[in-house]
């Protein structure tokens, strides 16, 4: 979810246990895998990242209560390093997230949150406007 320029807006989508087979052939061509969407017009800003990321100590990191995906700390942590991340395309394709490129955020997006699948979005105030 993190693999973006800092503005960048994202929609990302995968399918959970309650995602119908007809919503995994109509957003996923069948395979159940994750999927990450940005608009054209960051493709350029995309290739040119360059993203670091904190690489923490485990030990008093935990899930989040509610929000599935996300690890806290209840106690302050140092970073142990700091870690380029280097080519964000090829960290897609390593770990088999479709990267997909949309002229607009928006019809996806509005299809997939009334869907079966599990989503996130990030930055979507920078997309470009809905088309009408």
């Known amino acids: 979810m993190f693999w973006f320029p800092r503005e960048c807006p994202r929609a ?9 087979d007809e919503d995994v052939e109509r957003f996923l061509e069948g395979v ?3 999927v990450h969407a940005i608009e054209g017009e960051w493709l350029s800003r995309f290739r040119r990242a360059r993203v670091l990321a904190y690489r923490m100590p485990e030990a008093t990191f ?3 209560e509610s929000v599935g995906g996300y ?3 209840r106690e ?4 142990l390093e700091l870690v380029e991340l280097g080519d ?3 960290l897609h394709a390593e770990a088999e997230i ?6 607009n955020l928006w019809p996806l997006w509005n299809r997939v949150i009334a869907s079966t699948l599990e989503f996130g ?6 997309a470009r406007p809905a088309p009408e």
Request: cysteine-free; charged content about 20%; hydrophobic content about 40%.
């Open 12 to 20: 990302t989508f995968w399918p959970g246990e309650s995602t119908t």
């Open 32 to 34: 159940r895998r994750r």
């Open 62 to 64: 935990g899930p989040h």
């Open 71 to 73: 690890w806290v700390s």
């Open 76 to 79: 302050s942590v140092a970073p």
């Open 88 to 90: 964000l395309l090829a």
């Open 98 to 103: 479709e990267l997909r490129i949309v002229p």
């Open 121 to 126: 979005g990030i930055r979507l105030h920078n």
